[in-house]
């Protein structure tokens, strides 16, 4: 079959579930793993064949789709802030407003000396990474409570050449964290299940519920934990970062305005939502 018979078929299957450009976007980065090919490659060889061999690779692909898997999961990889990282179900696809909160932290913390920072909740370890990465003079750390998220974590650590310390804890019921620290930041679960509604399938039908959503009647449970553990280990004038619920920004910061932080800043995200909140001890 012709790739470009090919393509057309792709994108008339997946155009009623997603919109023109996501689709688009699809068949490029299939194109991109399966092939190697750009899409330039397309318009410079029109009668590329695919065999028979590749058309059935290229339908798994497209038939995962159809279900609403995440692209990022079908291949295993996702790309934050320069990197490639190893993805699977149990950790969160990392997101653009993430790299948003990481261009923050580097921003206020690229001209410092030596640093300590910790990561609670790091997934996939894309936020601990990045800092590693782009703060040499940090020394990084990163807790889950999930052992297959850690897994993940120290994989994508290793294949980014980034150095950062895991640790397994359950933050909830964490009494004390092992050092002080520069930069506390924390991407917890925070989506309430009354949202849910407003969550796509392949967000709902595959990403971990563990990281995403917590209780309706007790949402900010993870910020008033970490608040409260930060208290102890920040250093003086040391800065603690989340990203937030975009409509719970004010609550957030009254919470952290309640455990005597100073100079609560709320960021807005590319999307104009309340995403990011940073405080000082």
Same mark, same amino acid.
């Given at each position: 079959?012709?790739?470009?018979?090919?393509?057309?078929?792709?994108? +008339?299957?997946? *155009?009623?579930?997603?919109?023109?450009?996501?689709?688009?976007?699809?068949?490029?980065?299939?194109?991109?793993?399966?092939?190697? !090919?750009?899409?330039?490659?397309?318009?410079? #060889?029109?009668?590329?064949?695919?065999?028979?061999?590749?058309?059935?690779? !290229?339908? %798994?692909?497209? #038939?995962?789709?159809?279900? =609403? @898997?995440?692209?990022?999961?079908?291949?295993?990889?996702?790309?934050?802030?320069?990197?490639?990282?190893?993805?699977? &179900?149990? *950790?969160?696809?990392?997101?653009?407003?993430? &790299? &948003?909160?990481?261009? !923050?932290?580097? @921003?206020?913390?690229?001209?410092?000396?030596?640093?300590? $920072?910790?990561?609670?909740? *790091?997934?996939?370890?894309?936020?601990?990474?990045?800092?590693?990465?782009?703060?040499? /003079?940090?020394?990084?750390?990163?807790?889950?409570?999930?052992? +297959?998220?850690?897994?993940?974590?120290?994989? /994508?650590?290793?294949?980014?050449?980034?150095?950062? *310390?895991?640790?397994?804890?359950?933050?909830?019921?964490?009494? &004390?964290?092992?050092?002080?620290?520069?930069?506390?930041?924390?991407?917890?679960?925070?989506?309430? #299940?009354?949202?849910?509604? +407003? $969550? @796509?399938?392949?967000?709902?039908?595959?990403?971990?519920?563990?990281?995403?959503?917590?209780?309706? /009647?007790?949402?900010?449970?993870?910020?008033?934990?970490?608040?409260?553990?930060?208290?102890?280990?920040?250093?003086?004038?040391?800065?603690?970062?989340?990203?937030?619920?975009?409509?719970?920004?004010?609550?957030?910061?009254?919470?952290?305005?309640? =455990?005597? =932080?100073?100079?609560?800043? %709320?960021? @807005?995200?590319?999307?104009?939502? /309340?995403?990011?909140?940073?405080?000082?001890?």
């Amino acid at each position: 079959m012709k790739l470009k018979v090919y393509k057309t078929n792709f994108l +008339e299957q997946l *155009t009623p579930l997603y919109d023109s450009m996501e689709a688009e976007r699809f068949f490029t980065i299939t194109l991109e793993k399966l092939k190697g !090919w750009q899409r330039v490659d397309v318009v410079m #060889n029109p009668d590329a064949e695919l065999t028979d061999a590749e058309v059935a690779k !290229w339908d %798994v692909v497209l #038939n995962a789709l159809k279900i =609403y @898997k995440p692209i990022q999961y079908i291949f295993g990889m996702a790309h934050f802030y320069g990197l490639e990282l190893k993805v699977n &179900e149990n *950790t969160l696809i990392p997101r653009p407003e993430t &790299e &948003e909160l990481v261009e !923050w932290i580097i @921003k206020e913390n690229a001209d410092k000396g030596k640093i300590n $920072i910790l990561d609670i909740g *790091t997934g996939s370890g894309c936020i601990a990474i990045a800092l590693a990465k782009n703060l040499p /003079n940090a020394t990084v750390y990163a807790i889950d409570v999930s052992d +297959e998220a850690l897994m993940v974590a120290q994989d /994508n650590a290793k294949a980014n050449d980034a150095d950062v *310390t895991f640790l397994q804890k359950d933050i909830l019921i964490t009494e &004390e964290l092992p050092l002080q620290f520069d930069v506390i930041v924390s991407n917890p679960p925070y989506v309430r #299940n009354l949202e849910k509604h +407003e $969550i @796509k399938n392949n967000v709902l039908d595959y990403e971990p519920h563990l990281a995403l959503f917590v209780e309706d /009647n007790d949402p900010l449970l993870f910020y008033r934990k970490i608040a409260v553990l930060a208290q102890k280990s920040l250093t003086p004038n040391g800065k603690l970062y989340f990203e937030i619920n975009q409509y719970l920004g004010k609550e957030t910061s009254e919470i952290l305005q309640e =455990y005597q =932080y100073k100079d609560v800043e %709320v960021r @807005k995200d590319l999307y104009g939502n /309340n995403r990011m909140i940073g405080a000082i001890l």
